[in-house]
């Protein structure tokens, strides 16, 4: 993952593409807001890897029949 800061110059450009006006002193906060999105969306990205190592775990059913035995 990128950990990069965002240039002012980059900032400049988000914020008219998005129509707005960003005040010197908010743009450490902003900055810190894109980056707490960025990381959210890096953990969004699917999984690679062998199969096996991705399989989910077997789900507890307790009620999967009328015999109330359960099953895995």
């Given at each position: 993952?990128?950990?990069?800061p965002?240039?002012?110059?980059?900032?400049?450009?988000?914020?008219?593409?998005?129509?707005?006006?960003?005040?010197?002193?908010?743009?450490d906060?902003?900055?810190?807001?894109?980056?707490?999105?960025?990381?959210?969306?890096?953990?969004?990205?699917?999984l690679?890897?062998?199969?096996?190592?991705?399989?989910?775990?077997?789900?507890?059913?307790p009620?999967p029949?009328?015999?109330?035995?359960?099953?895995?």
């Amino acid at each position: 993952m990128d950990d990069t800061p965002i240039t002012d110059a980059e900032l400049d450009a988000l914020a008219t593409l998005a129509g707005l006006t960003i005040p010197a002193h908010c743009r450490d906060g902003v900055r810190l807001h894109l980056a707490t999105a960025h990381r959210m969306l890096h953990a969004l990205e699917p999984l690679t890897g062998d199969a096996d190592d991705l399989a989910l775990a077997p789900v507890f059913d307790p009620a999967p029949g009328n015999d109330g035995a359960g099953s895995a």
